[in-house]
């Protein structure tokens, strides 16, 4: 089992910046993609952001493209998501996960383990 804990979420204006951290413990050697998906009232959850356990390869969501940040620090088995140019409509509940595949960081039945999630919302 791998366990997640987010944390970082808040309250912040448009054009505000806040990071989001997910601490991960437990069999974190099966681990291949660490990721964050979004989920808005009355929406379906989505993919924003993932890298691979090394940092070697990182992707992203169109929509938080130029604005979102994903990072790992290995040494304290961290990722973060550092969000920038913040809109009211990436006010959601952001969920970290991880996954052990290999195949694709984008679909979330690809991630075996999920965090709790951390509220975000962008006043306009």
């Known amino acids: 089992q791998v366990q997640l804990v987010e944390s970082g979420g808040g309250l912040v204006q448009a054009g505000g910046s806040l990071r989001l951290s997910c601490a991960a413990s437990?069999?974190?050697?099966?681990?291949?993609?660490t990721g964050w998906f979004r989920q808005a009232p009355g929406k379906e959850r989505e993919f924003v952001a993932a890298?691979?356990?090394?940092?070697?390869?990182?992707y992203y969501a169109d929509s938080v493209k130029g604005r979102f940040t994903i990072s790992r620090d290995n040494f304290k088995n961290t990722m973060y998501l550092q969000m920038n140019s913040l809109k009211p409509e990436d006010t959601a509940v952001y969920y970290c996960?991880?996954?052990?595949?290999?195949?694709?960081?984008?679909?979330?039945?690809?991630?075996?383990?999920w965090g709790q999630g951390t509220q975000v919302t962008v006043s306009s």
């Open positions: 890298t691979t356990w090394s940092g070697s390869r990182l």
């Open positions: 437990g069999r974190t050697f099966s681990v291949h993609i």
């Open positions: 996960a991880a996954s052990p595949s290999f195949d694709t960081a984008v679909a979330d039945t690809a991630y075996d383990y």
